[in-house]
């Protein structure tokens, strides 16, 4: 059965269950992973192989999942415990030895039995030599009946214990003693080591800063040596995120890494007694899953790009899956997985398992799809869980996740609800009546900044026209951050501004302003509102203003689909607009909450012909515009740039 047609309601209301504590969550980690199925083919198969993977995608879909989910699949191969030895020949290049998993603990004991041993007979012979002197200098002078000899014998007695125990080589004990750099367990699962955003010493491993350079204070060199995460992830996984942030040397060194499968360890900073020190090489045989979002390919340096095509695998993973049967069991027991790993909150009722799944729907922001940014639909989930415990709810209900909605807005819908009321405070914008050359606009927030929802806000845009100082040269002059938008925007619907209006604009100079933009603001799908505000202030017809539009123009006057429609048709209704034009190609794409459900009539368009006939108030100049623009549709069609 294609679950497309059937509500979330029916759906969810059919299955067998009562919460999703009856929703079976699976054990293995790459079977908690969903909707990302080609993904998952691709990471596994690369594990079974020790393969590189580049992971490319939206945040919170599941790259690190995946990730962490090879282990499973890594070969069985031995793990090994990585040592540090002092070299005596030269005190900074201390030696690198494997054992067997389990095994480094055991040997670094024996090391440290035996330095006690040792120190303990340095000292038992010091304490010997120094006790004879004084026996002898004592017997000399009961003898000679001389005192000062004892007093003599004494005084070198101490000498000799004070120098003895300042001097290194009595002290070597500590240098016999070698550290563990990587140590397991022997049934251990291979290393997953999340590498994301650390400084290179961290990754590439460091050897520590010795105040006490000289002088018999000195630390041993092998003891200042640190692991990098490099060495950690020997034998399984190293996951670095947003790998175009790594620093080009460190992309380089982990390079280099990849290709030797060791590694020396060196003081990463410069000026450090540490830089001076550096190992012999240190195994790390890792795979390497980078990730990042798209633009990561940017800042990634070609080589490291190039090694991972060559020896391993690129995946883009989704941001969305479609709406089916199948894919909403997966939403289900995504949503189940998420209560048992929280381990707090309490399990969801079908009332809530339906607002979940529609949020799902809507975020994805396409009819007849889910999202797969689940990191923040996770993230609703948990808020819904707190709301319930907060009002000692056993289990978790829809009216939980409504207030959970409400409260765990992100910052671009608070900034809009405020602005919003403060735009309807200083009237900034009309929601009745008509106007010329003023259009209330639909913008989106926070489409650029990783997140998942979009924003909407009414933009109101308001157009001018003047004569233009010198015939022939008439501007666009549009001020902000949005003004390239408006004048690319006028520039490619001048054309049908010249048919339709039958008006040079060249004669004219043309002025847009944006009234009350923010920063993060987009506006390129304001075209449709900037061609009708301009068309207005040109025909002087006034614009109804108790309705708002989106919709990008194409240079034909057709209106093209646009990013986040349903969030702007519920800013339209937030700010208590009757009518909000939409281009017909988005009609399908909104999804509207139960609390904004028929508040406003949408009107679907195709042509910025559709957009004037529904925005324009009725006059006559309107139907003299309209008898104009009839007489140009005649076929053949013109409306079409001028060739
Ligand atoms: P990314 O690495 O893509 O930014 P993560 O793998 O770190 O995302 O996902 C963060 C959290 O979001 C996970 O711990 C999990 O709770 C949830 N999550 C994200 N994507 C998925 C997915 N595809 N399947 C199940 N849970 C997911």
Redesign the pocket.
């Known amino acids: 059965m294609d679950a497309n047609n059937e509500s979330i309601e029916d759906w969810v209301n059919s299955e067998n269950i009562q919460t999703t504590k009856d929703v079976e969550v699976p054990k293995i980690l790459f079977d908690?992973?969903?909707?990302?199925e080609e993904a998952g083919e691709v990471v596994k198969k690369a594990a079974l192989q020790k393969r590189h993977v580049l992971?490319l995608?939206?945040?919170?879909?599941?790259?690190?999942?995946?990730?962490?989910s090879m282990v499973d699949f890594l070969p069985k191969e031995e793990l090994e415990d990585i040592v540090v030895f002092h070299n005596p020949e030269d005190n900074n290049r201390p030696k690198i030895k494997t054992f067997p998993a389990g095994k480094a603990k055991e040997i670094v004991r024996q090391y440290q039995i035996r330095a006690e041993q040792d120190k303990k007979d340095k000292s038992r012979m010091i304490i010997t030599i120094v006790f004879s002197i004084f026996i002898v200098g004592l017997i000399l002078s009961i003898l000679t009946l001389n005192y000062y000899i004892v007093f003599l014998a004494l005084l070198v007695a101490v000498m000799i214990y004070f120098f003895a125990s300042m001097n290194p080589a009595m002290r070597s004990e500590r240098a016999m003693i070698p550290k563990i750099l990587v140590s397991h367990t022997p049934n251990d699962k291979p290393p997953f080591i999340d590498s994301t955003g650390v400084h290179s010493g961290a990754l590439l491993g460091d050897v520590r800063h010795d105040p006490f350079q000289s002088g018999g204070l000195e630390t041993p060199s092998h003891d200042r040596v640190e692991a990098g995460n490099i060495h950690k992830a020997d034998k399984g996984v190293l996951f670095i995120?947003e790998i175009n942030l790594l620093r080009p040397e460190s992309q380089q060194a982990l390079l280099t890494a990849m290709q030797e499968k060791k590694f020396p360890i060196s003081g990463q900073s410069e000026r450090s007694t540490g830089a001076l020190v550096q190992t012999e090489p240190v195994p790390c045989d890792f795979v390497l899953v980078a990730?990042g979002n798209l633009d990561a390919l940017q800042g990634m340096h070609p080589a490291l790009r190039s090694r991972i095509r060559g020896y391993g695998y690129e995946v883009y993973?989704r941001d969305s899956m479609e709406d089916n049967e199948e894919n909403r069991k997966?939403l289900l027991q995504?949503i189940a997985?998420?209560v048992v790993?929280d381990k707090k909150i309490p399990h969801f009722d079908k009332s809530a398992v339906i607002e979940i799944m529609k949020e799902a729907q809507k975020r994805s922001g396409r009819r007849g799809k889910l999202t797969?940014?689940?990191?923040?639909?996770?993230g609703l989930i948990r808020a819904a869980g707190d709301v319930a415990i907060s009002e000692k709810a056993s289990v978790v209900t829809s009216d939980h996740v409504i207030k959970a909605k409400e409260f765990s807005k992100p910052v671009e819908q608070q900034i809009a609800d405020r602005s919003l009321e403060i735009k309807r405070l200083y009237k900034t914008f009309h929601n009745k009546g008509a106007e010329v050359g003023t259009v209330n606009g639909l913008a989106v927030m926070g489409a650029n900044s990783g997140m998942a929802e979009y924003t909407g806000i009414v933009m109101p845009i308001v157009a001018e026209i003047t004569p233009s100082q010198t015939k022939g040269h008439g501007s666009v002059f549009a001020t902000g951050k949005l003004g390239d938008i408006a004048k690319e925007a006028v520039q490619n619907v001048s054309a049908v501004f010249k048919k339709i209006s039958g008006k040079d604009l060249s004669d004219l100079d043309i002025h847009i302003q944006f009234i009350g933009t923010y920063e993060g603001v987009e506006g390129d799908s304001a075209s449709v509102s900037i061609a009708t505000a301009v068309i207005s202030a040109i025909e002087e017809i006034p614009i109804k203003q108790n309705l708002a539009m989106t919709g990008s123009l194409s240079v034909r006057g057709n209106v093209l689909p646009v990013g986040g429609v349903t969030a702007k048709v519920e800013a339209a209704i937030d700010a208590g607009l009757d009518e909000v034009i939409v281009p017909a190609s988005n009609f399908g794409d909104i999804i509207l909450d139960q609390k904004y459900t028929d508040k406003i009539k949408i009107i679907p368009v195709s042509t910025i012909e559709e957009v004037l006939d529904e925005a324009l108030e009725k006059s006559d100049e309107k139907k003299l515009l309209f008898e104009r623009i009839a007489e140009l549709l005649k076929p053949p069609s013109t409306i079409s740039p001028s060739k």
């Not at 995608?57 to 962490?68: I, N, R, V, Y």
């Open positions: 908690q992973v969903i909707g990302q992971l995608g939206e945040p919170g879909t599941g790259k690190s999942m995946l990730a962490q995120d990730a993973v997966k995504f997985q998420e790993k797969l940014r689940l990191r923040e639909l996770g």
